[in-house]
């Protein structure tokens, strides 16, 4: 299976990564995986496992975190063709573009109408396995944005962010089961450009084709 993207390791100020991230992003792989991109997948991909093997496993880490299902759906689907697993690594909840900003974080759906914004409190780090800095707001409507969980990427050191939220803290634990279980949402900067796009696919090759 592959992972979206490896853990960083280092120490984080909760309320510096919150600034670190500042920025509206849209989902991640609809970014990286749109068709002008083919070739810059195959190359980085060749530079690692050669020309021979690069489409396969360029197409193989494609697919790995294009899943359209998650939670109890996911772990019973998977339990029952294991070669089927992927992650889901879109945004969910209506929401098309997240806006961070301070200690504020802003939901937009596709039209850029406003889903949620809530103003947002470090409260603790979650397990290793996950590796997020939970943040949470005092809002008592907030729903499935009653907590933002945050990984230790930013723009700056990983040209993307990953990132986790709902209601449940235990679950936003668990990255293999519970509600929440194959899916970690991650997002792109909307005005990156094509070197910051370059970059991230050549970590995600790296991180993942190295290992095959």
């Known amino acids: 299976l ?14 510096q990564l919150m600034e670190d991230v500042a920025g509206t992003y849209v989902p991640l792989f609809s ?7 083919d ?6 991909s ?26 109890p759906e ?46 947002y409190t470090y409260v603790q780090e979650l397990p290793e396995a996950i590796s997020c800095y939970a943040y949470k707001t005092d809002d008592a409507d907030a729903g499935e944005f009653t907590y933002i969980c945050l990984s230790p990427d930013t ?13 449940d803290l235990e679950a936003l634990g668990q990255m293999y089961e519970g509600k929440y279980a194959f899916w970690q949402a991650a997002g792109m900067l909307e005005d990156a ?10 970590l995600f090759c790296t991180e993942n084709a190295s290992e095959k």
């Open 2 to 15: 592959v992972m979206p993207f490896a853990v960083a390791e280092e120490t984080i100020d909760p309320a």
């Open 193 to 202: 450009d094509e070197e910051m796009i370059d970059n991230c696919i050549e």
């Open 39 to 44: 070739d810059v997948w195959l190359s980085h």
């Open 46 to 71: 060749a530079e690692i496992v050669g020309e021979e093997n690069a489409q396969m496993i360029a197409d193989m880490m494609r697919a790995s975190t294009t899943a359209e299902i998650y939670g």
């Open 31 to 37: 970014v990286l995986n749109k068709p002008e991109y």
């Open 155 to 167: 723009p700056a050191t990983t040209w993307h962010i990953e990132f986790r939220y709902g209601d």
């Open 74 to 119: 996911a772990v019973e689907a998977y339990a029952a063709d294991p070669e089927s697993m992927r992650f889901d690594c879109y945004f969910t909840e209506g929401v098309s573009k997240f806006v961070f900003d301070g200690n504020t974080v802003t939901g937009l759906d596709e039209a850029g109408n406003e889903v949620f914004s809530h103003s």
